[in-house]
Structure formats: structure tokens, C-alpha cells
């Protein structure tokens, strides 16, 4: 659809992502918990994005093609089942099936910000989604954590009476992201707060290293007189390279690997 490639064709798609992801957790969120079919809806938007990212991103030559489109159709297909008969095993496989298809979107994602050609805001709102999303993924692992063991979070009770929802967990998921760390919910199982530690180095790895680099590039574009900063892939001596290198008028300059740089430096 003409509305849906926009999301992975155009550098503007990333933004408009953002902007939905965003739309999603702080506005619609606690509405979409309490309401079944809100949540079925927003998860079916989603699933759209994500199979025409599929599509658009992933060469139809690949052999990982087959297992790119079947996480979506198995969580299509288990939360289907889920809701009609239920079951422990059935949630188990949910939540594998749902850590599969947010592993695919993220790396969807970086395969956009990480295309060849010039960085630019909507690149660096591209690389601010993916982190955005990986706050995503740990509030769907902490969450099950907590079904399948209570225990394993310390939790005020005046969050909610039946037990807390994934909302609560998106909530300590983005504070244990930012580093901010508020305190009424802590980890207790050793293997929830080894998962918190993980969750806390992206947090503090992931702006400095990918997102400070890419801002830094698109900021100081404009003070390097024609120059301007893009992604481009090496020679064929160092296939599968990803390099950051100046661009002058728009038009790549001629990327010279390390091995190719001696060899015209001598």
C-alpha cells in the first residue's frame, strides 16, 4: 500500500514513525490496556508496518526471507489462539514469537538509518526510534517476567489491585532505559535485575555512541563549508564495511578503504 511504503521508502517515514510510537505510549496507552479491542487494533498497525518493511527492506533472493515474514504470522496466529482457548504454553510461545518480531522491526530500522546516502534529521529521529523501541521490548520482557513469577519484581500495590499491566512495565522500562531509576519498582529475582543492567548499559551506551554521533555529524554539516556527512558502503576489499565519510555537493566522494589508502600513500 501507497500510505504504508511511505514508513520505509521516504527518510520521512522514520519520523512518522516516531511520531505514531510515540501517540501509542504516552497518549493512547493506558486507554489501549483497558480496552481489548484497542490493543488488537494497534497491534495490527504494527503488524502491517512490519510486514511491508519486510517487503521493502528484504531481498527476495534472501534465505532469511521466510523466517522474517513468519514471526508476524505466528503472533497472528498465537494471539488468535491465545484468545480463544489460552494456555501457559501458548503464552510462552507469544512472548518468543512477540521478542522475534521486535528484533525484526529494530533491525528494520537501523537497515533505514544506516542506508547509504546523506544523515539527516529524520535519520537521527530514525535512530531515536529504534531506542524508543527497544523501551518497548524490555516493558514486553519484564512484563512477562512478572506473570510468570511475581516475585521477581518489587511492586507497589496501589498500581492496580489485579496486578500490574504492560503500562506499568513500559513506565520502569523507560526509566531503567534513561538511567532515571524512580525507586518504587525494583528488581528482585537475580535474573530480572541482570536483564535491568542490560536495559541500563543500551541506556547509557546506546545515545552516546549511535545517536550523539549521528547529531554531531548532521550539526556540524553546514560548518564544513560544501561538505556534508553520509553513510557509504566500502570497495569490495571489505565487503559488508559501513563507513561515515564526507560527501561534497550531495555526491559521494571516493571512499578509499584503509588497505587502499596505503597503497596510494606509497
Known sequence: MRLTRHFWTEERGLTSMLILLCIGNFL????????????????????????????TLTSKKSRFILLFYSAPVMMIVVNVVQMIIGGEVLAWLEFVVSLGAFAIL????MTRVFAEGEV????????????MLIGNLGAVIFHFMFQQNPGSFSIPAVYSAKGPDLTVFL????????????????????????VVN??????????????GRLVGMVVM????????????RS?????????????????TLSLQCPRHR?????
Open 221 to 232: 554539516s553546514p560548518l564544513r563549508g560544501s561538505y556534508c556527512y553520509g553513510i557509504a
Open 28 to 55: 493512547l496507552s493506558p486507554i489501549i490496556e483497558q480496552q481489548r479491542v484497542l490493543h488488537i487494533l494497534a497491534r495490527i498497525v504494527w503488524l502491517i508496518l512490519l510486514f511491508d518493511g519486510i517487503s
Open 106 to 109: 529494530i533491525g528494520l530500522v
Open 262 to 266: 596505503s597503497n596510494r600513500n606509497s
Open 198 to 211: 542490560v536495559m541500563q548499559l543500551i541506556g547509557v551506551l546506546y545515545p552516546a555512541v549511535l545517536i
Open 235 to 251: 570497495p569490495g576489499c571489505c565487503p559488508g564495511l559501513f563507513t561515515f565519510v564526507p560527501f561534497r555537493d550531495r555526491e
Open 120 to 131: 539527516t534529521i529524520h535519520r537521527v529521529l530514525g535512530a531515536i526510534l529504534a531506542y
Open 171 to 194: 513506565y520502569f522500562s523507560y526509566t531503567t532505559l534513561t538511567t532515571t531509576g524512580y525507586g518504587e519498582i525494583t528488581p528482585v529475582h537475580p535474573f530480572a535485575r541482570n
